[in-house]
C-alpha cells in the first residue's frame, strides 16, 4: 500500500490537469452515493465525520473520510483533516491519500471548471473571501482558467489574511497583483469573480455589493444551517450547482431561500454535469449574475486521487 504525503499529491498534480480530469469526470459519470455526514461529540462548536465513497465503471473505487472540527483553528490546526483510500480494479487497497491536500485541489479545480462556464472570459479581478487553508488553492484555480490580474484577500484575522496573500502571491506568480482591501464590501463591488470560502454561518457577501456580469463561486458552506450569501444574490442571478444531489441536500445557500420561497427549483438550472455535457448553456450575456454553489463531491475525489496515483506510478 502506497501512501502519499500533502507534499507528493501538491507535486503530482498541477491545477490545470485536476481542472480537466474533473472535466471528463463529470462527463463520464460514476456511481457516488450522496455522503454520510455523522455529528461528533465534544467541543463548543458542531463537529462532524464525512465518509464519501465513489465508484468507477471499470471497477476502481475510492472512499474519503474527512473530520470538520471548527474549533480547531483556537488549538492552532486546520478546520479539516482525512485521508482518501484509493482500490483499484479488483477491489484491492492501492493507496492512501492525504485528503486535505486532494480536497483543497480538487475543490478549487471545480469551481474553476464552472469558472470557464459562467465566469465572463474577461474577468480580471477576483475577490477572495475567507483567508483559511483553502484560500490559496481557490485563488490558484481561479487564476489558472481567467486572465486574472488582481486578487483581493478579505478575512477577518489581520494574521491569517496576510499569510494567505502571501502563500496565494507565491502560487499565481508576480504577474497577479494579490492585495488586502480596505474592506470586503469595497473588493465585491469591484470583482468579476467573487469565491467564498468561509465558515462563516451568516452571509459575508450580499447582493446590492454585486455588480452585474459578476460570477460568485460559493464554496465554504456545506450545511443547511450555513450560508455565505443572502437573498438578493441568489434571487437576482442564475444558478448553478457541482452536482443537485449534494446541493439540495447540504447548501444552505439554496435550501434556506428554497424553503422560504424567495426562489423556486426550476432557478437552478443545471450542474457541473450538465454544463460539460452541454445539457444546459453557461454565460448568455456579459451582463447577467451567475451563482455557482458547490458543497463537495467523491467523483471529484475520485478522478482525483486517481490521477494522481497514476501519475506517482510514472
Not at 485563488?139 to 477577518?156: D, F, L, M, N, Y
Request: net charge neutral.
Amino acid at each position: 500500500m502506497r501512501v502519499l504525503t500533502s507534499t507528493q499529491v501538491r507535486a503530482l498534480a498541477p491545477m490545470s490537469r485536476v481542472i480537466h480530469c474533473l472535466e471528463e469526470a463529470f462527463r463520464h459519470g460514476c456511481h457516488a452515493p450522496v455522503r454520510q455526514v455523522t455529528g461528533v461529540p465534544g467541543g463548543e462548536e458542531d463537529r462532524l465525520l464525512l465518509i464519501m465513497p465513489a465508484c468507477h465503471s471499470d471497477g476502481g473505487a475510492a472512499i474519503k473520510v474527512v473530520t470538520y472540527f471548527p474549533d480547531n483553528p483556537r488549538r492552532g490546526m486546520p478546520t479539516i483533516h482525512g485521508v482518501i483510500v484509493v482500490f483499484d480494479e479488483t477491489g484491492a487497497p492501492g493507496a492512501i491519500l492525504d485528503g486535505s491536500a486532494v480536497t483543497h485541489l480538487r475543490t478549487g479545480a471545480a469551481s474553476a471548471l464552472a469558472s470557464r462556464y459562467l465566469s465572463r472570459e474577461d474577468s480580471a479581478h477576483l475577490a477572495l473571501i475567507g483567508a483559511g487553508a483553502l484560500a490559496p488553492s481557490m485563488a490558484e484555480a481561479h487564476c489558472t482558467v481567467r486572465p486574472i490580474t488582481r486578487v483581493s484577500v478579505c478575512g477577518r484575522e489581520s494574521t491569517k489574511v496576510a499569510r494567505a496573500a502571501e502563500e496565494i502571491r507565491a502560487r499565481v506568480g508576480k504577474q497577479v497583483e494579490v492585495l488586502i482591501p480596505v474592506s470586503t464590501q469595497a473588493a465585491v463591488e469591484s470583482a468579476d469573480i467573487v469565491c467564498c470560502c468561509t465558515s462563516s454561518a451568516t452571509p459575508v457577501v450580499f447582493g446590492r455589493w454585486v455588480k452585474p456580469g459578476a460570477f460568485v463561486d460559493l464554496v465554504g458552506s456545506f450545511s443547511p444551517a450555513r450560508r455565505e450569501s443572502d437573498d438578493d444574490v441568489v434571487r437576482q442571478a442564475r444558478l448553478f450547482v457541482d452536482t443537485f444531489e449534494g446541493a439540495l441536500s447540504e447548501a444552505g445557500d439554496l435550501l434556506d431561500p428554497l424553503q422560504r420561497g424567495v426562489i423556486g427549483r426550476e432557478q437552478i438550472e443545471g450542474d457541473l454535469s450538465d454544463l460539460v455535457r452541454g445539457r444546459v448553456s453557461g454565460r448568455r450575456s456579459p451582463g447577467e449574475r451567475i451563482v455557482f454553489k458547490s458543497v463537495g463531491a467523491a467523483i471529484e475525489d475520485l478522478a482525483t486521487a486517481r490521477m494522481i496515483l497514476a501519475a506517482s506510478r510514472g
